[in-house]
Nanobody
């Protein structure tokens, strides 16, 4: 089992920055990748970014490319999402997730955190 806890959400004005964090614990040694997903009210959950735990390879959704940066602290089992130039449409609950196998479809993410609310005001 892998436990994930997000933190760092909050209310921020459009154009500003915010960093959310995800602390992983439990059987983390088998983690292949970790990612960030978000879900806005009335919308489906969507992929934001992910990172291969061993080598740091990253992927981003087109909507956040160039504004968001995903990173990890391998030794501390921490993952971060630095969000710059925030827009009102970035408002959502941000969840971190972990997978034990290579990501092909997205359904490989089997461990999820409870989420942290990010609200961007215009």
């Amino acid at each position: 089992q892998v436990q994930l806890v997000e933190s760092g959400g909050g209310l921020v004005q459009a154009g500003r920055s915010l960093r959310v964090s995800c602390a992983a614990s439990g059987r983390t040694f088998g983690t292949y990748a970790m990612g960030w997903f978000r879900q806005a009210p009335g919308k489906e959950r969507e992929f934001v970014a992910d990172i291969v735990w061993s080598d740091g390879t990253t992927r981003y959704a087109d909507s956040v490319k160039g504004r968001f940066t995903i990173s990890r602290d391998y030794a501390e089992n921490m993952m971060y999402l630095q969000m710059n130039s925030l827009k009102p449409e970035d408002t959502a609950v941000y969840h971190c997730a972990a997978s034990l196998v290579k990501i092909r479809t997205g359904s490989e993410y089997v461990y999820w955190g409870q989420g942290t609310q990010v609200t961007v005001s215009s």
